[in-house]
Structure formats: structure tokens, C-alpha cells
């Protein structure tokens, strides 16, 4: 499939649905890196770390050279599991 076209329909218009599901798998990538450290941490060290992370800029390096929409959806879709797994850390820590 052309890369260029791959989160659009066949008739050219962008499918969000493709754009969450690569989102939710770059995601899961990202953490499986991190499972070693995260694997061996305190929980507050992790969303420590969490929080750190340039969710922003390595999800807009892994797609460059896509649209521009696309990148921002892509963002918008990382951004937001990003915050829900980092809520969850810190309501599991009891800081919410």
C-alpha cells in the first residue's frame, strides 16, 4: 500500500478509524520499549517518566512525510491515550 495513502479511503477521503488504530499501536510499541524500565520502577517513577515523554514529537517523527492532517489527527489520538494511561497511574497512586 502507498504509505502516502494508507490512512485515506478509496476515494481519497482520510479515515479517521485508520489514523486511532495506528495511534493505539504506535502506543502500544512505545510502552512494550519502555517495559523494562517500567517493569522495574516505582509506580512514581513511571509516571514520572510518563509524563516526560515527547508523545508529540516521536509520533510526528514516525509519520513525517504524511499530511499534515494526518499528523495532527495522529496526535490528537496519541495525546489522549497518553492522558488516559497517565490518569490511571495517578489515580492508582491516589493523585487525582
Known sequence: MDSGRRFYDPQG????????????????????????????????????????????????RELEGEATEVIELALEYVNAIAAREIEYLQAYLGKL
Open 13 to 60: 477521503q482520510l479515515d479517521p478509524e485508520l489514523v486511532e488504530v495506528w495511534a493505539e499501536t504506535f502506543y502500544q510499541g512505545l510502552m512494550k520499549m519502555m517495559n523494562g524500565f517500567y517493569g522495574r520502577a516505582d509506580m512514581a517513577e513511571v509516571l514520572a517518566s510518563m509524563q516526560k515523554v515527547p508523545f508529540n514529537q516521536l509520533t510526528a
